[in-house]
C-alpha cells in the first residue's frame, strides 16, 4: 500500500520541558473499521417454517463485507442491529429498546451459555421492529425490501447518543442506502 493512500494520525504524548520539543506517536489507521451486524432476530415462532431466518443471515453476511473497510468514527468499531418480528399476540412484550452505545464495558451473564463476560468496547446497539402483517408473508426480495425500507426510514431519523454524537450519520446512511440498492430492494 502506498503512503499516500494510507490514513495515519499522529498524536502529541509526551513533552521534553528543557527541549520545548513535543514527541509524536504514529499510529497506521488503514486497518481501522466498523464491523456491522444483524444480532439474532427475534421472530415469532412460526417463521421456522419459513427462509426467513436463512434470508436474515445471508443479508448480514452481505452487509458485513459491504461495510468492511468503512469507518464512520474511531469510537464506533461495532454497530449492531436487532431485528424483531412477532405475531400480534406478543407485540407488547417485544418492544425495541433504545439506542445503546457502550464505549467500554463489561457485561455479566451468568446462567447463560457461553463466557460469562461480555466485553463490549465501542459497541453502539440499536434494535429495529418489523411488521409483521407485511414480513411474514413475504418472499426472500419482498423481506429485503421491507428491512431496507425501515431500517432506512429508523436510521433518519435515529437521534445518535451524545457520546458518539460526531458519527458521520449522513455517509453511513447515503452508503446503507447504496448497500441495499446494490442487493437489488425497492426504496
Not at 161 to 186: H, L, T, Y
Request: aromatic content about 16%; charged content about 30%; hydrophobic content about 35%.
Amino acid at each position: 500500500m502506498k503512503l499516500s493512500n494510507m490514513q495515519h494520525i499522529y498524536k502529541k504524548t509526551k513533552f521534553h520541558p528543557l527541549n520545548n520539543i513535543f514527541f509524536y506517536t504514529f499510529t497506521d489507521q488503514t486497518n481501522k473499521h466498523m464491523k456491522i451486524s444483524i444480532n439474532c432476530p427475534i421472530l415469532s415462532v412460526e417463521f421456522g417454517k419459513t427462509t426467513k431466518y436463512d434470508d436474515i443471515h445471508e443479508l448480514n453476511s452481505k452487509m458485513e463485507t459491504f461495510f468492511h473497510n468503512k469507518l464512520y468514527l474511531d469510537k464506533v468499531e461495532e454497530y449492531s442491529v436487532g431485528l424483531i418480528c412477532v405475531s400480534p399476540g406478543f407485540d407488547e412484550f417485544f418492544k425495541p429498546r433504545r439506542p445503546k452505545y457502550y464505549e467500554d464495558k463489561i457485561l455479566k451473564a451468568k446462567g447463560l451459555p457461553g463466557p460469562e463476560e461480555i466485553h463490549l468496547k465501542h459497541h453502539l446497539f440499536f434494535e429495529l421492529k418489523l411488521d409483521y402483517a407485511t414480513f411474514f408473508p413475504s418472499n426472500k426480495e419482498e423481506g429485503y425490501n421491507i428491512i431496507a425500507q425501515s431500517f432506512l426510514k429508523f436510521l433518519e431519523e435515529l437521534k445518535y447518543p451524545s457520546a458518539i454524537k460526531n458519527f458521520d450519520k449522513k455517509r453511513f446512511n447515503n452508503d446503507m442506502r447504496e448497500f441495499f440498492v446494490q442487493m437489488g430492494c425497492i426504496l
